[in-house]
């Protein structure tokens, strides 16, 4: 898999359990770091009810859903990164509609 470019949708994981959802704007693989614009944090997940599209990942697939908890947009940059997941499209829509909670 390449390097997500430039305005990629992507779902992030640090290495102390953080989940993030932006778009790129920049990726140091070397130093695990991304800087990512319109980002949100996700606080808690929510099962989806899916049988096949459960855990983590799943943020990355069809998004935050039901009970998920997540943050405002802000611009920000992860240190420690673990994973770097591209989104689906629905997935998107899911992060962009979703409420604020905190």
Same mark, same amino acid.
């Given at each position: 898999?390449?390097?997500? @470019? ?8 640090? #290495? ?11 990726? =140091? ?6 800087? +990512? ?14 049988? =096949?599209?459960?855990?983590?990942? #799943? +943020? ?7 009970? #998920? ?26 992060? @962009? @509609?979703?409420?604020?909670? #905190?």
């Amino acid at each position: 898999m390449n390097v997500p @470019e430039k305005g990629t949708p992507v779902v992030v994981f640090d #290495s102390n359990r953080g989940m993030y959802f932006g778009y790129v704007e920049e990726i =140091d693989i070397d130093r695990k770091i991304i800087r +990512l614009s319109r980002a949100r944090h996700c606080f808690m997940r929510a099962a989806t009810g899916m049988p =096949d599209c459960e855990g983590n990942y #799943s +943020l990355a697939v069809v998004g935050p859903i039901g009970r #998920s908890r997540v943050g405002p947009r802000v611009d920000m940059i992860v240190f420690d990164v673990s994973k770097i997941i591209q989104c689906t499209d629905d997935a998107v829509k899911a992060w @962009e @509609e979703a409420k604020w909670k #905190s």
